[in-house]
């Protein structure tokens, strides 16, 4: 659906974006990830023929939008970090102004229009000014705009900034109700929500791309050992003597609670994580002492991206302290 | 194109931009025919049009300014950008919009003439030729005003720019008076501008080479005409300039002269504009 060759993009001496590659095929929701600055609303301007590229190609559905712009753009429904509203004009006055100008049939358009009010709920509020309507609804009207025309693809620059919690909750429901019909890429810097809404992420730090695999993949890839965190009425000796047999448990620790509780962090192989409850279970069980608590903790996406973004940072300086050196001899 | 034009239409006529413009225009039309035509009994409805044109210093920034300056200030400019249009649809569909709001004074004040031809001889098509010429230079002035409306987000700077401009155009006449009229100062100065010309190639295409040749090419074209006909030079550095009016090219109007290249001027300036309005936001893209 998209393919991003070789981008590069400079502002005077500033690289925003260097050497970035990706695909992005069909039919999935893409969680576009990197911390702030990272080069994501930079890169989701180029690829919408907002801004244009230093060098490099990008292709939307194999028209390259920097020589068939109109077709390509024709393909991408975009909804920039603020929503574009004109705010002099109503809700229904802008949607049909936009599928208008995205060249929707006039047989088309009302059907059309219909649709996107029904799918981003602004039933009760389209006749209404946009400069009265609330940020979750313009965000919405922002969604509808950009749904206009039928897109196959949907790109959203940080759809629920600065919203309410009960409208980040129907943002995101929507997006992945869009994720059905569509393909979507959102941005973010919240990895809960790339979690919830997202089944593959792209993960960017300093203009350069470090990850781009599903969430599952990179959690696994990137996880290493799991652990389960468990409380048992039972002392320290009694709950190591209970691990010993267990081929999974690769280190115990210990803490003491109150009442005779202890909590152990048990430190496992991720190969034999399925079957560790259920061992865990049995083991206390037979030595006659009650589980109070057992939780399986695993790597999270925090912990794939902060490791990922912190290895960009080493190399960006062990790349400076070469640099550096180079100077030097110079 | 035509969905970007009849929204900047009907925004003209939402808020008070249009009303205001076309209230002004009429009411200076009215009170200049009623001096000069009525109280003064001078049935020359041309008359009167030649010198309220004046008020549009005034009104063409107030109905320019908004007209990309203010799709940056609401980043409306960004939807702009990513829908299936051209920056040239996008300047053409505005820019009708913009001749709309001004032909409307235009067609209304067709009725002075009937009117005042119930009182004297009055010639219809110098009368009307005025109008129309009266209505070109508007447009003409208007698309240095949305040009200028691209350079910035604040619509005062972009007004007042636009005033500015328009106001040094309106004066130009007079101030070229003050330039020295000998071939040599007229030589430096279009040798000057035709450097200044260079520089602009080599800031919009960032290409030292083509600016050189430009810089050379035309002038060295400038200094070997000056070295085989210096008399040629005499006082054309202030005809040129004096030529660059757009109001002073309405005077001919006003004599009952219906100057054809005139409009062909007033059309030229507003392609030129227009094409500059283009440049100016696809750079806006490369930024």
């Known amino acids: 659906m998209i393919e991003v060759r070789h981008l590069v993009k400079k502002y005077g001496n500033h690289t925003a974006v260097s050497d970035l590659s990706f695909d992005i095929d069909g039919g999935q929701v893409y969680g576009f990830l990197g911390p702030n600055g990272a080069g994501k609303s930079t890169t989701m301007n180029i690829i919408t023929g907002c801004l244009a590229a230093t060098s490099g190609e990008v292709r939307i559905g194999g028209y390259d939008i920097f020589e068939q712009p109109e077709k390509a753009k024709k393909l991408v429904g975009y909804l920039p970090e603020h929503p574009p509203l004109y705010l002099d004009m109503t809700a229904e006055e802008y949607l049909k102004f936009v599928a208008e100008a995205k060249g929707v049939k006039r047989s088309d358009m009302k059907r059309q229009i219909e649709y996107v009010i029904e799918v981003t709920r602004l039933q009760e509020m389209y006749k209404r000014q946009t400069k009265f309507l609330s940020k979750g609804y313009r965000q919405r009207v922002g969604v509808a705009q950009a749904l206009l025309g039928e897109p196959e693809l949907i790109i959203l620059d940080e759809p629920t900034v600065g919203l309410d919690p009960r409208q980040i909750i129907e943002i995101r429901d929507l997006i992945k109700q869009l994720g059905k019909t569509h393909t979507v890429v959102l941005s973010s810097h919240i990895l809960s929500e790339i979690r919830s809404v997202c089944t593959s992420a792209i993960i960017i730090a300093k203009g350069k791309m470090i990850a781009n695999d599903t969430l599952e993949n990179l959690e696994n890839i990137y996880s290493g050992d799991s652990y389960v965190t468990l409380r048992v009425k039972a002392s320290e000796i009694e709950i190591r003597r209970a691990l010993a047999p267990m081929d999974a448990v690769m280190g115990v620790e210990c803490t003491q609670l109150q009442d005779g509780v202890t909590e152990a962090k048990i430190d496992i192989d991720s190969d034999f994580r399925d079957k560790v409850p259920e061992q865990l279970f049995y083991a206390f069980a037979s030595i006659d002492r009650p589980i109070l608590h057992l939780a399986e903790e695993h790597a999270t996406l925090e912990d794939v991206f902060l490791e990922l973004t912190s290895q960009a940072d080493i190399s960006e300086e062990s790349a400076d302290d070469t640099e550096a050196k180079d100077g030097e001899t110079v | ?287």
Do not use: H
């Open chain 2, 1 to 287: 194109m035509t969905a970007i034009f009849k929204r900047e239409l009907s925004s003209y006529f939402k808020g008070f931009t249009g009303y205001v413009y076309i209230a002004f225009v009429l009411f200076f039309i009215g009170t200049y025919s009623a001096t000069l035509n009525v109280r003064g009994t001078y049935p020359s409805f041309e008359y009167a049009i030649g010198n309220m044109s004046f008020i549009y210093i005034i009104v063409i920034p107030i109905l320019t300014m908004r007209v990309f300056a203010d799709e940056k200030r609401q980043k409306t400019d960004q939807l702009l950008y990513a829908l299936p249009v051209s920056m040239g649809q996008v300047v053409v569909g505005k820019m009708l919009a913009v001749a709309v709001v001004m032909v409307v004074p235009a067609i209304v004040s067709c009725i002075y003439p009937p009117i005042l031809g119930k009182f004297g001889s009055v010639n219809y098509a110098s009368a009307y030729g005025s109008i129309i010429a009266f209505f070109f230079m508007g447009v003409a002035l208007a698309s240095i005003g949305v040009f200028l409306s691209t350079l910035t987000d604040s619509q005062a700077m972009s007004a007042g720019m636009c005033f500015l401009v328009l106001l040094v155009n309106y004066f130009q006449t007079t101030l070229v008076g003050f330039l020295p009229t000998s071939a040599l100062a007229s030589f430096l100065a279009i040798t000057v501008v035709i450097l200044i010309l260079a520089v602009i190639v080599w800031y919009m295409t960032k290409n030292l080479l083509a600016a050189a040749i430009f810089a050379v090419v035309i002038g060295g074209a400038n200094f070997i005409y000056y070295s085989v006909r210096p008399v040629k030079y005499g006082g054309l550095f202030p005809d040129i300039i004096g030529k660059l009016s757009m109001f002073s090219r309405f005077d001919t109007f006003i004599e009952s002269a219906f100057d054809l290249t005139a409009i062909l001027y007033y059309l030229t300036v507003t392609a030129l504009f227009m094409f500059f309005t283009v440049q100016s936001l696809e750079k806006r893209r490369w930024s």
